[in-house]
């Protein structure tokens, strides 16, 4: 018999009550629009007016259960990576991850030519995800399509018997592009995601399923039509150049291009470690959260964060960011948070990487807090 946790029973129980009235006000824009009603999810409901409407959404960077970590899993269990870093997800209405592959059993690769294929057990990962506390993982990246349309097909299967909701990918370009809208304490939050990441035959056509490639006209149409019925937009890019803290000339531009039609929080993963951070506007910009935990002994990968941004009384009111230890020749698949002095040099790190970009974080208890002069008010 299945069971569930108290936080899945509310959300199951607020989903049946909330969904005649989200439906409805999403329908009326279909028509001309790319957002989907089926990918509509409220989560909680308004909190009493005399308490502040606060609510948190983290995000974490490339996620991928597999490769060198099997023997690990198999042993300890798909738990396992997560026991140690899962906390700094308590308190977070909204968890968001780029999941690094497909969930699938799918024998047939895409393609021979692929120097990594990476491929996950459905039946473990999706179930080590919710518990997790993730809520949303984002598949618009080079590696969803490693096992086919089957792949593809498999994980979502697998993310939606497990109640995580995805975005990024679809049978067309249009599906693809379809954004997510969550409701969190009153507040309505939508989602986009690209990936501007080869093989070029993994991005969706009118006629072939794939994932959403980041045009700068259709982000900026996206995310123009989203801010409409949306109070936050949050935009995932699967992008840049892997194991290199440049950045690339088209993200900022794209990034500021999302900012300027109405997107607040920009989201950056691929180069598997981190890169710069920027306040730009109304807007932030993390151009790469680097790994979280990945199947990999790599030792270019060493540190990475947790992200999490709190909205208050229609603000943006904070972000921090949380310095955890994902070399795995050490922490061996189970990222740990940093302290003291290792917290403290990755947030110097991350500053030295903003410095150009005129954006500092401040250290507050072994957490970056980016100190925002004034409330970014999200309605604007």
């Known amino acids: 018999?299945?069971?569930?946790?108290?936080?899945?029973?509310?959300?199951?129980?607020?989903l049946l009550l909330s969904a005649c009235a989200t439906s409805t006000r999403l329908d009326t824009i279909q028509a001309?629009?790319?957002?989907?009603?089926?990918?509509?999810?409220?989560?909680?409901?308004?909190?009493?007016?005399?308490?502040?409407?606060?609510?948190?959404?983290?995000?974490?960077?490339?996620?991928?259960?597999?490769?060198?970590?099997?023997?690990?899993?198999?042993?300890?269990?798909?738990?396992?990576p997560f026991e140690k870093v899962s906390p700094l997800f308590l308190y977070s209405d909204i968890v968001i991850g780029n999941l690094e592959g497909p969930l699938t059993t799918h024998e047939t690769p895409y393609s021979t030519d692929k120097t990594y294929l990476f491929k996950t057990p459905p039946d473990k990962v999706a179930p080590a995800l919710k518990k997790a506390g993730f809520t949303i993982m984002n598949l618009a990246n080079n590696h969803i399509l490693d096992y086919g349309v089957k792949g593809m097909e498999d994980t979502i299967q697998a993310l939606e018997a497990s109640k995580l909701q995805y975005l990024g990918i679809g049978n067309n370009l249009q599906q693809a592009r379809n954004s997510l809208i969550v409701e969190s304490q009153?507040?309505?939050?939508?989602?986009?995601?690209?990936?501007?990441?080869?093989?070029?035959?993994?991005?969706?056509?009118?006629?072939?399923?794939?994932?959403?490639?980041?045009?700068?006209?259709?982000?900026?149409?996206?995310?123009?039509?989203?801010?409409?019925?949306?109070?936050?937009?949050?935009?995932?890019?699967?992008?840049?150049?892997e194991k290199t803290t440049e950045l690339r000339e088209y993200q900022p531009m794209l990034a500021h291009a999302a900012i300027d039609e109405g997107a607040s929080f920009i989201i950056g993963h691929h180069p598997h470690i981190l890169q710069a951070i920027e306040t730009y506007k109304h807007g932030i910009i993390l151009y790469s959260l680097g790994?979280?935990?990945?199947?990999?002994?790599?030792?270019?990968?060493?540190?990475?964060?947790?992200?999490?941004?709190?909205?208050?009384?229609?603000?943006?009111?904070?972000?921090?960011?949380?310095?955890?230890?994902?070399?795995?020749?050490?922490?061996?698949?189970?990222?740990?948070?940093?302290?003291?002095?290792?917290a403290n040099a990755v947030i110097q790190h991350i500053n030295q990487l903003s410095a150009n970009r005129n954006t500092q974080l401040v250290n507050h208890n072994d957490t970056g807090l980016l100190s925002i002069q004034e409330s970014v008010a999200i309605k604007h």
């Open 1 to 14: 018999m299945a069971t569930y946790s108290a936080k899945s029973i509310i959300f199951i129980l607020t």
């Open 32 to 80: 001309d629009s790319n957002i989907s009603p089926q990918n509509t999810s409220p989560t909680t409901t308004a909190t009493h007016a005399k308490q502040p409407k606060i609510t948190r959404i983290s995000a974490v960077g490339d996620i991928m259960l597999g490769g060198t970590a099997e023997p690990v899993l198999t042993e300890y269990g798909y738990d396992y």
């Open 186 to 241: 009153g507040y309505k939050i939508g989602f986009l995601s690209y990936s501007l990441t080869f093989p070029k035959s993994f991005w969706a056509t009118d006629k072939t399923p794939g994932t959403a490639f980041g045009h700068e006209h259709e982000i900026r149409a996206d995310v123009r039509l989203l801010k409409q019925i949306a109070d936050l937009v949050v935009v995932s890019f699967h992008w840049g150049r």
């Open 291 to 342: 790994n979280f935990t990945f199947g990999s002994y790599s030792k270019n990968s060493a540190v990475s964060i947790v992200a999490t941004l709190t909205l208050k009384n229609g603000n943006i009111n904070k972000l921090e960011l949380h310095p955890i230890n994902v070399l795995n020749v050490d922490v061996n698949f189970q990222p740990q948070r940093l302290t003291g002095e290792e």
